[in-house]
């Protein structure tokens, strides 16, 4: 069973921000948050991770609360290429990665 | 860079018949490797993993196998394939286990 809890399914208005939640309430202290997304019929795109921090690069920002409990992936201006699904993973050694069912983003023109 | 290529793209193959799959990987050494598999609808279910050659790990109990014959080749294989092993399968590489693993473009795999 995964480890994270994410809404089944999400909209977003192209340009603004898309804010994807996800609940990792029983995380321990070495698990680190990876987020990854997968469009129609291709191989999962990894996103970010992080352990504590917040982290950002050029594809987005990953916010980690401070009890580490939750977190939520900002993509800062959605494009329509950005629909997908996205899954948040929690794992320590990156070995056994276990998927969810994810959120379904739609980024509608 | 590090590029993985997984063949073929897609498959269609009777009840029965064997199964091989491979996956390479390049730009790397002593790559962690996986097998995914995907079923419609479903999310990704990790069906072995591999830190170096020859040594295998099994997540699931099923009819296939994996094989790791040389650094950056991983194959997965059956002897019979099942109605059920239908579905969309996964190999991904990642450099060291803290480490994110990268997805090829997957095959998917048909079962008549």
């Known amino acids: 069973d995964a480890k994270t809890t994410q809404p089944p399914s999400m909209d977003c208005a192209e340009g603004r921000a898309a804010n994807l939640p996800c609940n990792h309430s029983?995380?321990?202290?070495?698990?680190?948050v990876y987020w990854y997304r997968q469009i129609h019929s291709q191989g999962p795109q990894y996103i970010i991770h992080g352990l504590k921090n917040n982290e950002t690069n050029e594809m987005a920002s990953l916010i980690i609360t401070e009890d580490r409990k939750s977190s939520t992936l900002i993509l800062p201006h959605a494009t329509l290429r950005d629909t997908a699904v996205y899954y948040c993973?929690?794992?320590?050694?990156?070995?056994?990665?276990?998927f969810g069912p994810g959120t379904r983003l739609s980024v509608l023109p | 860079s590090q590029t993985i290529h997984q063949w073929p793209a897609t498959l269609v193959q009777p009840v029965g018949s064997p199964l091989s799959l491979e996956c390479t990987v390049e730009?790397?050494?002593?790559?962690?490797l996986y097998w995914y598999r995907q079923a419609a609808g479903r999310g990704l279910q990790l069906l072995f993993y591999?830190?170096?050659?020859?040594?295998i790990s099994s997540e699931v109990p099923q009819n296939l196998s994996a094989s790791r014959p040389q650094d950056r080749q991983f194959i997965l294989s059956s002897k019979k394939l099942l109605l059920s092993d239908s579905g969309f399968y996964l190999c991904?590489?990642?450099?060291?286990?803290?480490?994110?693993?990268?997805f090829g473009d997957g095959t998917r795999l048909s079962i008549l």
């Open positions: 993973i929690v794992d320590n050694y990156g070995q056994n990665f276990v």
């Open positions: 730009g790397t050494s002593n790559p962690n």
């Open positions: 029983t995380i321990s202290g070495n698990e680190y």
């Open positions: 591999s830190v170096g050659i020859g040594q």
């Open positions: 991904a590489w990642s450099v060291r286990d803290d480490q994110p693993q990268h």
